[in-house]
């Protein structure tokens, strides 16, 4: 798990949960060259930041994020835990900045590998 995309907001995201945080970080000025490259070729730009289940690296980031969950192999961090406010608020200033970076209307949120 990684995070790649480096929020202004939330610069620890990247920081400390990019794969490296030198390397594999899409900064501020990425996205605005590949939006830029995209609009000159008329290509729509969604971005992704799947949710709930693939999160683990958002926790490297934002402590108290994640789900504190338990198996026979002891504790390990879930999924984002709905059961916080801070999650909200934290989630809600997130997809402010994503909405105000991208120009699309839309944004991918995942969700598609968790069972129902």
């Not at 835990?81 to 944004?107: H, I, S, W």
Request: overall charge neutral; glycine content about 10%; hydrophobic content about 30%.
């Amino acid at each position: 798990p990684s995070f790649p995309y480096e929020s202004i907001a939330f610069p620890e995201l990247s920081k400390k949960g990019a794969f490296h945080p030198d390397t594999h970080v899409y900064t501020q000025k990425d996205v605005k060259t590949i939006l830029e490259y995209a609009r000159l070729r008329g290509i729509r730009v969604v971005p992704e930041f799947d949710t709930p289940g693939h999160t683990l690296s958002w926790g490297y980031g934002q402590p108290g994020l994640l789900t504190t969950c338990y198996d026979i192999k002891g504790k390990y961090r879930g999924a984002i835990n709905p059961a916080r406010e801070a999650t909200y608020q934290f989630m809600g200033k997130l997809l402010q900045e994503v909405k105000d970076v991208f120009p699309d209307q839309l944004v991918h949120l995942g969700g598609d590998e968790e069972r129902s």
